[in-house]
Structure formats: structure tokens, C-alpha cells
């Protein structure tokens, strides 16, 4: 097995695994307590600061993966798009989806971090 073969195909397939395994885990073991209302009500601000920048970043950096693992290499060349451009539309989009994602995280953290009610 390359390298190229487990960080590519087998990674990914671990990772999903870990994540529908986990939420089944977590759903069965403590399915009541899944609400953020209480911190909510608790801390709001940070809450508020943190949690537009982590979702305006997340939703776009999940739809571009899954966007460039649908979407043929033959529909983008037949839209004039050469492989080039599309690296530089994907890198920075992706940066700037990938920094917004971090910032909100970050403040998300540090709410949990500094609050100790929360």
C-alpha cells in the first residue's frame, strides 16, 4: 500500500466512519443532551461573535469538497476553465473559507475556555 493509496482512499473513508459511528455513539448514550440553549443563555456574545464566521466558513469549505470530488474534469474544460484557474479559484476560496472557519472556531474555544459556566 503507497502512501498516496492510505492518505487518499483509505484516510477518508476512517474519517467518515469515526464520524457516523461518533454521532450514532452520542446519539444512543446521551440523546437529550445535544441542545446549546443553556449556553445560550449563559453567554451570548461570544456565542453571537463566534458562530457566524465558523459557519459561513465551514458550509462553503464542506461544499467545495464535495464539489470537486462531483464535479468531472471534463464539465470544467468543457466550460473553458483550465486546470490552472481552477486551482487558483479553489485555493483561494478554500483559504478564505478555511481562515473564517478558524477565526469563528477560535472564538467558539475561547468562550468554552474562559466561560467556565459554559
Not at 470537486?68 to 466550460?79: D, E, N
Request: charged share 10%; net charge positive.
Amino acid at each position: 500500500m503507497t502512501n498516496d493509496f492510505a492518505l487518499w482512499v483509505v484516510l477518508p473513508y476512517i474519517a467518515l466512519t469515526v464520524f457516523v459511528v461518533g454521532h450514532v455513539w452520542r446519539w444512543r448514550a446521551n440523546q437529550f443532551g445535544w441542545t446549546t440553549c443553556t449556553t445560550q443563555l449563559l453567554e451570548n456574545r461570544w456565542l453571537r461573535l463566534g458562530s457566524r464566521p465558523f459557519h459561513l466558513g465551514v458550509f462553503p469549505a464542506i461544499a467545495g469538497h464535495v464539489f470537486g470530488q462531483l464535479v468531472p474534469k471534463s464539465l470544467t474544460a468543457a466550460f473553458g476553465v483550465s486546470e490552472d484557474v481552477y486551482h487558483v479559484i479553489s485555493v483561494g476560496a478554500g483559504t478564505i473559507a478555511g481562515l473564517m472557519l478558524m477565526a469563528g472556531l477560535g472564538l467558539l474555544l475561547a468562550r468554552r475556555f474562559v466561560n467556565g459556566r459554559v
